[in-house]
Structure formats: structure tokens, C-alpha cells
């Protein structure tokens, strides 16, 4: 049987997957979920068609949306994600031992059962005690809790579907009201190679709320484009001002791709993400 799954990315590229075996197929009350063991990455998690992770790379993506900023802030307690639910952005908030709460917001029940199930290694964080899971919708829920979070990480899809909501400008008023005073915020915001416009887009959204904003960079192979990236935004505080050495020194034995050298470098944008972000000159990031 020579069985592939392909990834069609808003009709400019597609990439495909040899398949082993197909282990997971249904459709929730919001998207299609898919499960699927490949030659080449492992068990991959598909949404609507779209790769969310793979067993062979996730980790990049995890823990950089994770470590750059829960390592900015100086004693991170309550931590919400929304989005994430296969469980790894979780995961690495709960190595960081200041971490009292860690708020799981996912809107789709289904895909934390399945990842729970499918994909142990990533989610296999959601039933520690310091963990809450809030099914629902994280625009509504982030709306409720002003001034509770000490860092808050968005994990979400690409801005169509379920995720839409999570690219406004009402949205992340909201996550900025729901900050505490030194809190911050770390959101995923796409592939500068594959959707260079949505970067655009993105970027000028956050700056129309945030006080800082900086993104950042890494590759990711099963992600359009290859490159990814991520903003860090805060009411003040600037990623590289004080990151605290002695959690990041512990850091570095469990994780896979993040250590402190890295943490100085990502960023460090290429000219062309530079055009796209328009970041502030160099040296400002601190």
C-alpha cells in the first residue's frame, strides 16, 4: 500500500507524508481530526487537513512558544494557554517550578482526547494536578479573567476556522487586560516564507494593543515554509533583560532544541523577516 497524506496550504503549496498506518479519523463539532503515523515524522496530528504536530519536530515549536517568555518573567505562577490541545505547550509551562496553575483553554474536547490517547508523549502532561482544562471558547473565557495570568500563551491554529477569533483586535485587548502588572504574552504568528501577508497582518495587530513587541524565529520542517514564527509581547518587560539562568541551566537537560545560547539568537531575524515584522532597531530588544 503506498498511502500519502498531503497538506494543502491555501492552494500555494502542498507538502506530503508517506502514511504507515491511519490510526485516528472524525469529525467534532468544530473541524475534522485526524491521526495519522508516517515514515517520516511519526504520528502527526492533522486539523481540517492542516498539520498541527508531529512526534519527530514538535518540540521545536513547544518549547520555543514556551521558554522565551515564561524565562523573561521573573516568578511565573498561573500560566493560561489557549489553544494547544495536544498538550505540549503545557508540557513545558509545567518544567518551569514556579508554576502553581496551568489553565488549558481549548475549545475542541475532541482533540485533547485524542491527542491523549494518540499522541502520549505530547499530551501526557493534561492530567497533572497543576493542570485545569476549560473546554470552551478561549476569546469568551479570556474576557472573564482580567488581571490573572502571569503569562499567557497563544497556541492556536491559523487565523480561519476555529481560530479566527483568536486573530482580533477585541481578542488580545482582552489577553492585555488579563495580564497581571509584569505579565506576558507569547502568540504563534505564522510562517514569514509561506504567508509572508498574514506575518504583515499579525504584527500590525499586536502593536495596536502591546506596549512590546518582538518576534522571534526557528525552523520547523513539517510547518509551511519550513520557518516559523512567534511574538513576544508585553505591557514592558523586553525578553533578554533578565532571563532567569538558573530554571534556563535546568531547562537544558530535558529539552530537545531550547538552551541558552539559542534563547540569545532567536531574535537575531534574518533581513527578509525583518522587512515583513519592521522590528524595532537593533539593540532595542534588550
Not at 51 to 74: G, N, Q
Not at 134 to 140: F, I, K, N, Y
Not at 239 to 247: D, K, S, T
Request: negative net charge.
Amino acid at each position: 500500500m503506498d498511502l500519502w497524506v498531503r497538506e494543502r496550504f491555501q492552494d500555494r503549496t502542498e507538502l506530503g507524508y508517506k502514511v504507515s498506518s491511519v490510526l485516528h479519523h472524525s469529525v467534532s463539532d468544530f473541524q475534522e481530526v485526524d491521526v495519522v503515523d508516517t515514515v517520516a515524522l511519526g504520528r502527526m496530528l492533522f486539523l481540517d487537513g492542516m498539520v498541527m504536530t508531529s512526534e519527530r519536530d514538535e518540540f521545536i515549536y513547544h518549547e520555543m512558544i514556551a521558554h522565551i517568555p515564561m524565562l523573561a518573567h521573573p516568578n511565573p505562577k498561573n500560566v493560561l494557554v489557549i489553544g494547544g490541545g495536544d498538550g505540549g505547550t503545557i508540557r513545558e509551562v509545567l518544567k518551569h517550578p514556579s508554576v502553581a496553575r496551568a489553565v488549558l483553554c481549548e475549545i475542541d474536547g475532541e482533540v485533547i482526547e485524542v491527542c491523549k490517547k494518540y499522541l502520549p508523549s505530547i499530551a501526557g502532561k493534561l492530567d497533572d494536578p497543576k493542570v485545569e482544562i476549560e473546554v470552551r471558547d478561549g476569546a469568551a473565557y479570556i474576557a472573564e479573567h482580567p488581571n490573572t495570568f502571569d503569562v499567557i500563551l497563544i497556541d492556536s491554529t491559523d487565523p480561519i476556522g476555529p481560530g479566527e477569533k483568536l486573530f482580533t483586535q477585541e481578542f488580545y485587548t482582552h489577553v492585555l487586560a488579563a495580564l497581571t502588572e509584569n505579565g506576558i504574552m507569547a502568540c504563534q504568528s505564522e510562517s514569514p516564507v509561506a504567508v509572508p501577508d498574514e506575518c504583515i497582518r499579525i504584527n500590525r495587530l499586536l502593536k495596536s494593543v502591546f506596549p512590546y513587541v518582538q518576534p522571534y524565529t526557528a525552523c520547523i520542517p513539517s510547518y509551511p515554509g519550513g520557518q516559523w514564527t512567534w511574538s513576544f509581547c508585553s505591557k514592558g518587560l523586553k525578553p533578554l533583560e533578565n532571563i532567569n539562568a538558573p530554571v534556563a541551566s535546568e531547562l537544558e537537560k530535558t529539552c530537545r532544541f531550547y538552551n541558552q545560547e539559542i534563547h540569545k539568537t532567536v531574535f537575531v531575524l534574518p533581513n527578509y523577516v525583518k522587512a515583513i515584522f519592521n522590528p524595532e532597531p537593533a539593540g532595542v530588544a534588550g
